[in-house]
């Protein structure tokens, strides 16, 4: 059984938009590099955002703890090994 399907929410798909971002940024391997529950609430929580501000500024926020490494929605993240 993979990581991805191991998840007890339903999997969120990954938007254009926020794969497009993830390049520009050269954030691919972090986010990759969250474990996939991670991966998924990100995508989720950006997904229920009912103004398109409110989707933008999740989307920074995702973009900026991953670029931080240290958090993960405004709480500590130390990674895999941490």
Do not use: C, F, V
């Not at 009912?50 to 703890?65: F, N, S, V, W, Y």
Request: a positive charge; aromatic letters at 8%; proline letters at 6%.
């Amino acid at each position: 059984m993979n990581e991805a399907t191991s998840l007890t929410r339903p999997l969120q798909p990954m938007p254009e938009e926020i794969a497009r971002l993830l390049a520009e940024r050269g954030l691919e391997n972090a986010y990759a590099a969250r474990p996939a529950y991670q991966r998924n609430d990100y995508l989720g929580w950006i997904s229920r955002a009912k103004k398109p501000e409110t989707r933008q500024k999740r989307i920074r926020q995702m973009l900026d703890e991953l670029a931080a490494g240290d958090s993960y929605t405004r709480m500590a993240y130390r990674g895999a090994t941490g």
